[in-house]
């Protein structure tokens, strides 16, 4: 029996040298995200360093448990939606001080 099922958890690694002051606002860029992408969870972590050293990367989760106890794959994420991920992670303001109100 062939179990079918979208990714909708992924990991998120800051570029190494900015790891630091991303790490400071953690909870709030997950929020952020989780908010601009309804029905996904995101989790930053603190890997590194992985991938391309001067921007985010973007992993998925990409095996989940299925009701029978064995391990099953996810369908894998359009590389679109993964490029669309990393850049809300740059476009998120670390100091807050964009969601003032004037």
Known sequence: ???EKDV???IIIPPYARR???FASKERMEAYLGNRFPGY???????????DDD??????VMNF????????MCNEPKS????????ACREFDRSGLRS???
Not at 80 to 87: N, Q, T
Request: charged content about 20%.
């Open 65 to 72: 448990l299925g009701d029978d106890g064995h391990s099953y």
């Open 41 to 51: 969870s995101f989790k930053v972590a603190r890997l590194g360093p992985v991938g």
């Open 100 to 102: 003032c109100a004037a």
């Open 80 to 87: 679109w939606f993964l490029a669309d991920i990393a850049s």
């Open 20 to 22: 630091s002051k991303v």
């Open 8 to 10: 909708l958890e992924f």
């Open 55 to 60: 921007d985010f990367c973007i992993l998925p």
């Open 1 to 3: 029996m062939a179990v």
